[in-house]
């Protein structure tokens, strides 16, 4: 085994201090970018080899080494040791053990800020394809649910209050939609990282004669760094894939609280299956909607890492500053409980009953039909604030009376003012009104039918259909 002295010692004179590696040590987190240190790794090979700086048995022997060290530590037979400050000191480490004096040559014309920068966008390209794939799977779960249901009537609220009837199947669609935008910033953001750092050195090139596009083209990227200083400093790409992921949060949370709430016993809307709740430790009879809580719940440390990020930059001088080692633990952990969340709701939407029944009623109830009644009259000729005022009052009048709309003869509600129209009563059924709301982008059934051709082919195109 080579001796573990830090990859910079030469210039001290004396050790350094056995608190400094536990201080600044990183290797807990960025182990995660050793398959992506090793792809890294081989493609600087093969540049060095171009550049006439290693030769071709050398560049085998670095890409065997490599593969190597993935088998053997996907394995657990082999790990950092408690010298090795992070995971490209533990590559070139072990390395050096496997090769000798190649594994000395390794870094020539690198560092280790464009080879962290290098990994962690490779990290973030495929960590964005993850995200897709999974938004891909909930988006045709909606999809799915929101077919079945283009003719199950519930209120749509405004403000928590019930306004219009419309079918869950719309209700859900509208979710589905702003889960393909995510989609699309994750793309943004897959797109943002796909640029390769590697050939910008510690800040400003090098002066050997390597050329950065070669490990570009080796790894995959689309394109090359335009600039050095901005290659080893830019970390925009994992802000962009934070704040994707943080709004994907705040939107999965929107959904989760939904179904907190349609699963109260006061909505009634849906039943939890029991493979998808969590009793309580004290309360025999509870049926809680753990998961869904937790869905909302975990929005907020997406937050929260998207604004340590932001923070962690601001004011941060070029080029490099170690401050940059604090990146990866945020977007990682908010990967990984995003990808988590997308799960969960997927599983826990298959997993709902809805109560058709309740959701009828409760579409019926509230004055549900009241603005289509008022459009009634607009159509037939009133202005339409003449329309809002009789209709209130008819609101009023019945609750006084204790009637409710959808019991109402024709002559009954002609009787409350004559403006209306015997026929008007059929305004009750919540099914017409969604009917009759069918421009496009509305909840009749043939309009939500298209939004659901809509999503299927994002969701297709997401799990590479
Ligand atoms: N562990 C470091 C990071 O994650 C690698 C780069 C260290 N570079 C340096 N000049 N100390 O950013």
Wanted: aromatic share 6%; net charge negative; hydrophobic share 45%.
């Amino acid at each position: 085994m080579t001796d573990s002295k830090p990859l910079w010692s030469g210039r001290f004179a004396q050790e350094p201090a056995s608190d400094l590696l536990r201080l600044t040590s990183s290797i807990d987190v960025d182990m995660a970018l050793l398959p992506y240190d090793l792809a890294a790794t081989k493609a600087h090979a093969r540049a060095l080899e171009k550049a006439g700086l290693l030769g071709t048995e050398e560049v085998f022997a670095v890409a065997d080494a490599c593969d190597e060290i993935l088998a053997e530590s996907s394995a657990a037979r082999l790990g950092p040791g408690p010298r090795d400050e992070d995971v490209h000191s533990f590559v070139e480490r072990v390395l050096t053990d496997k090769l000798g004096e190649t594994g000395r040559r390794i870094h020539a014309g690198r560092s280790r800020n464009d080879l962290v920068a290098t990994d962690f966008r490779l990290w973030c390209v495929d960590a964005a394809t993850s995200l897709k794939t999974s938004l891909g799977q909930l988006i045709d779960v909606i999809a799915r649910l929101a077919e079945e249901n283009v003719g199950t009537v519930m209120p749509g609220y405004t403000h928590l209050q019930r306004a219009q009837p419309v079918s869950l199947g719309f209700h859900l669609a509208a979710h589905g939609f702003a889960l393909t935008r995510d989609a699309a910033r994750f793309e943004a953001a897959r797109r943002a990282a796909d640029v390769s750092p590697l050939g910008a050195g510690a800040l400003a090139g090098t002066t050997l004669p390597i050329d950065p596009s070669v490990a570009a083209a080796e790894l995959g990227f689309s394109a090359g760094f335009a600039n050095a200083m901005d290659a080893v400093s830019d970390r925009d790409f994992a802000v962009d894939l934070t704040y994707a992921a943080a709004l994907c949060g705040v939107h999965l949370s929107r959904l989760a609280e939904e179904i907190v709430l349609w699963t109260a016993s006061e909505f009634g809307f849906a039943h939890l299956d029991d493979a998808w709740s969590t009793g309580s430790s004290m309360m025999p009879q509870k049926r809680n909607p753990d998961v869904a809580e937790l869905v909302r719940g975990r929005a907020a440390p997406a937050i929260g890492d998207l604004i340590t990020l932001l923070t962690l930059l601001k004011g941060l001088p070029l080029a490099y500053d170690r401050d940059l080692q604090e990146d990866k633990a945020p977007v990682m952990a908010t990967v990984s409980r995003t990808l988590g969340c997308l799960e969960a709701t997927t599983n826990l939407l298959v997993s709902l009953e809805f109560d058709r029944e309740v959701l009828a009623r409760a579409a019926r109830a509230g004055g549900a039909w009241a603005t289509d009644l008022a459009e009634a009259l607009v159509a037939r000729g009133m202005p339409f604030r003449e329309a809002h005022e009789r209709v209130g009052l008819l609101v009023r009048g019945l609750e006084t009376d204790d009637k409710a709309f959808g019991d109402l003869s024709g002559d009954e509600l002609v009787a409350y003012d004559p403006s209306f129209s015997a026929q008007d009563v059929s305004l009750a059924d919540p099914i017409k009104s969604i009917q009759s709301r069918s421009q496009a982008g509305g909840p009749a059934p043939d309009r939500v039918l298209e939004q659901i051709a809509a999503l299927r082919a994002v969701a297709d195109s997401l799990r590479g259909y």
